[in-house]
Every structure is written in structure tokens, then in C-alpha cells.
């Protein structure tokens, strides 16, 4: 039974969320769902990307490496210039996908906001958020809120992909409209060590449609 840490007669943006002092779960089954936390084992990706491709991903991690020496920041828009926007444009460039930016999303009174991203593949979609004051876990609090207003916006049963970051840290989710179950990734993925691992997984995701995971 999830705790009453939502008035059902008030209005909620998805910022709201990371203001209220509650967990996932209670979040999660306000809005009729169940949390699972796990491992989630992504399948290699069914697309193969030349050498090439690999060589631009070992090179964009020296950079990170070679950049991150230099700068030192605290905002989000900092964090997101320096970290999240080169990924995206690289895999942007090899694979096909279109993003939103600054996307907003009024489902409801209570699942309405703006989403930092929401990547569109032709089989899935993926809502990328970045944590605030670097709480990976009230960060995925409001991931798993944005992931349900996508399914219900969409009004049809295909999961919703997620993934929370810090810039430097990646936690990925899962919500599955038909169990009405949210996954959590136990997993972490850091950026630049993990840079492959994590570009695996998008790969993974954005290439096909998943049914395994």
C-alpha cells in the first residue's frame, strides 16, 4: 500500500515530484503500478555498426576524459552541454532516431511537465532526465512519473525505456503498461569508464523493438 504523499485534488508538474519526500514505490503504485528492482540484462544490439563507428565512440571517451580535466561546473545545462548532448549527437549520426528537447507532455493534472528528452525510434522510445543536485534516486522517482505520462499520453501497451543521469552516471528503467510493472536497473553506468556499455545498451534499445527485456 503506497503512502498518501499525493493529494488527488491538487495539480503536479513533474518537477513537483522531486520536491515531495517519498521513494519510487510510493509513486509508482499511486499511479496503479508495481516496482521491481533488478538487473536488467539488454540484449545486443541487432544492428552492426562498422569499425568506424567504434573508433568515434574511443575517441569521444578520450575527449571526455582530456574535457573533464579542464572543466568544473554544478549546473544541469553545463552538465547536459558537456556530458548528455555529445552521446546523443554521435549515436545521432550512425543510428536512426529522432529527439525532443525541452518536450512538454499535459496528460493530466497530475502528469503534465516538460521532458528533458524523449528519443523516438521506429519501434521505441526512450524519456532521458537529468537528477537534480545529483540524487539518482529522486531523479528516478520523477523518471518513473514521466514514463507513465508517455504510455498513457500513447494509449497503447508498448514499454517505455528511461534513464536517469547525472552527466557522469546513467541508471536505466523500464515501464511495462501491460503488467503495469516499473523496472529499476541495479546497475549503474558511468560516463567516460562505462562509455561503451552505455552506448551498447541505446544501441540495444533504439535498434529494435525488444521483447526480451
Known sequence: MYRQIIDPTKSYTFSDYGKLTCEAIDLVEYFGYKLNKEIINFP?????????F?????TLKSRFVKRLSKFYFSAEIARREVYVAPILLTLADWIDF????????????QLKGTLDYMLLSNSNTVVII?????????????LTVQ????????GD???IYGAVTTGNIWQFGILDPAKKIVTQDIEVYRAPADLEQLINIFLSILSE???SI
Open 54 to 58: 567504434w573508433k568515434e565512440i574511443e
Open 98 to 109: 529522432t529527439a525532443r528537447l525541452e518536450y512538454a507532455i499535459a496528460v493530466s493534472e
Open 147 to 154: 514514463m507513465i505520462a508517455v504510455s498513457t499520453d500513447r
Open 209 to 211: 523493438k525488444n521483447t
Open 157 to 159: 501497451e508498448q514499454k
Open 44 to 52: 545486443e544490439p541487432s544492428i552492426t555498426l562498422p569499425p568506424e
Open 130 to 142: 537529468e537528477a537534480k543536485k545529483d540524487d539518482l534516486e529522486k531523479g528516478f522517482s520523477q
